[in-house]
């Protein structure tokens, strides 16, 4: 059971391959941190999240809502 307290975080999206790591934050779609991956792929990256933020918000809300 996840904790009613992580239901107030900012949304935020986690992206791993291999070793690299990105984390998006959805509201509004921007880049928090990334690891190994090219400027491109993060662009590439980037995209993604915002044409699936909705998605990925109703995922984190989901998820939470314990």
Same mark, same amino acid.
Request: glycine share 2%; with cysteine.
């Given at each position: 059971?996840? #904790?009613?307290?992580? *239901?107030?975080?900012?949304h !935020? ?7 690299? !790591?990105? =984390? ?6 921007m880049?928090? %941190? #990334? %690891? *190994?991956?090219?400027? =491109?792929?993060? *662009?590439?990256l980037? =995209?993604?999240?915002?044409?699936? *933020?909705?998605? !990925? ?10």
């Open positions: 059971m996840t #904790s009613p307290r992580h *239901r107030n975080f900012p !935020l999206c986690w992206i791993q391959r291999d070793k690299a !790591l990105a =984390k998006f934050w959805l509201k509004p779609v880049l928090a %941190t #990334s %690891t *190994r991956f090219s400027a =491109k792929e993060i *662009r590439e980037h =995209k993604y999240v915002e044409n699936n *933020r909705d998605r !990925l918000q109703e995922a984190w809300n989901e998820y939470f809502k314990g």
